[in-house]
């Protein structure tokens, strides 16, 4: 494969684009930027997607943790809606079923609160 500038034997490819750089192409554009890119362009673009990136995980990392509070606050509803169903009309159908959702809301909030510990 050949440089896109020069008629020289290409030793590396530029990420973004995908052109095919020599070495003193591959050697001028590195000082330029943190990563190897074959134009200042393809370097802010690259710099740019690597910002969107960190901001999606960011909010990635807040809607789980937004998620896991949600689920043990209504883990906590259906855990007092086990017990006003106990106290108050003892049906064994709305006292599982209740226990059973309070089980497994708190299940998905450890599960959104580890999700989201993992993202840091």
């Known amino acids: 494969m050949k440089c896109f500038k020069h008629d020289a034997e290409a030793v590396a490819v530029c990420p973004y684009c995908g052109r095919a750089l020599c070495r003193p192409c591959a050697t001028a554009s590195a000082t330029a930027a943190p990563r190897l890119a074959c134009s200042e362009e393809c370097a802010t673009a690259m710099l740019r997607n690597e910002q969107s990136l960190e901001m999606l995980l960011q909010k990635s990392r807040q809607s789980a943790r937004a998620n896991a509070i ?3 606050l209504a883990a906590g509803i259906c855990v007092g809606g086990t017990f006003a169903a106990w106290q108050w009309m003892p049906v ?6 209740t226990g059973a959702s309070a089980v497994a809301l708190l299940i998905s909030g450890f599960w959104f609160g580890r999700g989201a510990r993992k993202l840091n």
């Open 70 to 72: 949600y689920c043990y």
């Open 92 to 97: 064994p159908l709305l006292m599982w079923f």
